[in-house]
């Protein structure tokens, strides 16, 4: 079992997320506990991207659902500990991006509110990567996902061309995790009670 605290030194990455705490997990599945909850073993699925090459440079974006701001340290380490080749290999390993909310009036597929939003980003040494990610998840209105993008630097400086492979992949890995459709419009997974409710509307 690869040790957690190495990895976040190796990858120079910082979580301020109160009340958070990273823990050990087996490898591709986390045991999600708090405080108070205990949740029970779950296989975690990351939507991955095709590769995308562009002068050497290589590229690529994994996404996962996630429910509250306290999933996004453990999953994190879940990463770190499933993908170590990743972490090992890559020159920007988790660039990242995550949103949380409730939307709270969906009509006809239009989108109107969304309320209890919280989102952060990381760089990952990649300065303004974070920022690039977190602005496609508030172009597109996404909440409850957490977006990784992953680089090898190929030996030539792209410029600024290099945010625009982080967003293509991103996006290819928000689409085939379905929150994004072809027209890269936003697909919301409602609840319970949003359904009962639109369900009586009808």
Known sequence: MFNSILFIKRAKLIFNLRNCQLIKKNIKICNFSTRNNLFKEKEVNWNESQTLVHLKSKFQGRC?????LEDVPRLLNCFMESHSKILSN???PMMYAWRTGTVSCI????FFNIINLNQGCHDNNEAGAGARILGLLERTKLVN???IVSRW??????GPARFRDITE???QSLKKGLFLDEN???IY?????QQTTQRKRK
Not at 64 to 68: D, F, R
Not at 107 to 110: A, E, V
């Open 90 to 92: 890559a020159t920007h």
């Open 145 to 147: 996902v957490l977006v």
């Open 64 to 68: 996962v659902e996630i429910s509250s």
């Open 169 to 171: 992949v991103a996006t």
């Open 153 to 158: 630097y190929g030996g030539t400086p792209l």
């Open 107 to 110: 009509n006809s597929g239009k």
């Open 189 to 193: 997974k409602l609840n319970r009670n």
């Open 184 to 186: 890269n419009s936003p």
